[in-house]
Each structure stands twice: as structure tokens, then as C-alpha cells.
């Protein structure tokens, strides 16, 4: 696990080199800001899945009967 975190950070020190700002400022970008909303979108499609699958779940017949219709 030690390997993987100075790898991890071997990588931060090359982005913030490219990007020009400083590792602070590349943590906080990455973990704080990119990291939130990542898992706002990924909720927000959680949610709406979820109320699609419960639809789907409250009307069955209508599924069946689409599929013998053809």
C-alpha cells in the first residue's frame, strides 16, 4: 500500500509540473472539487434509475402487452 501512495503522489508531482500550479492546489483541485461532483453526478444518475426501474416495476402490463402486440 506504501508503494501505491508514493506512485499516487510520483504522478501528482508530474500533473502540477505540466499544469503549472502547485501540489496543494492539484489536491484540492482533484479531491475536493473533481471528486464532489463525480459523486454528485453519479448520484443524480443513482436517483433517476432508480425512479425509472420503479416505474418500470408499477406497470407491468403494459410491458407485455406492447410485446404481444407485435
Excluded: E
Excluded at 29 to 41: D, K
Excluded at 51 to 66: E, I, R, T, V
Amino acid at each position: 500500500m506504501d508503494t501505491l501512495f508514493w506512485i499516487c503522489v510520483k504522478i501528482m508531482q508530474v500533473m502540477r509540473k505540466m499544469l503549472g500550479i502547485t501540489y496543494q492546489k492539484l489536491n484540492v483541485l482533484l479531491f475536493v472539487l473533481l471528486h464532489s461532483a463525480i459523486t454528485l453526478v453519479l448520484f443524480y444518475q443513482y436517483r433517476k434509475y432508480k425512479k425509472l426501474y420503479k416505474d418500470l416495476l408499477a406497470k407491468p402490463n403494459q410491458n407485455k402487452n406492447s410485446l404481444s402486440d407485435n
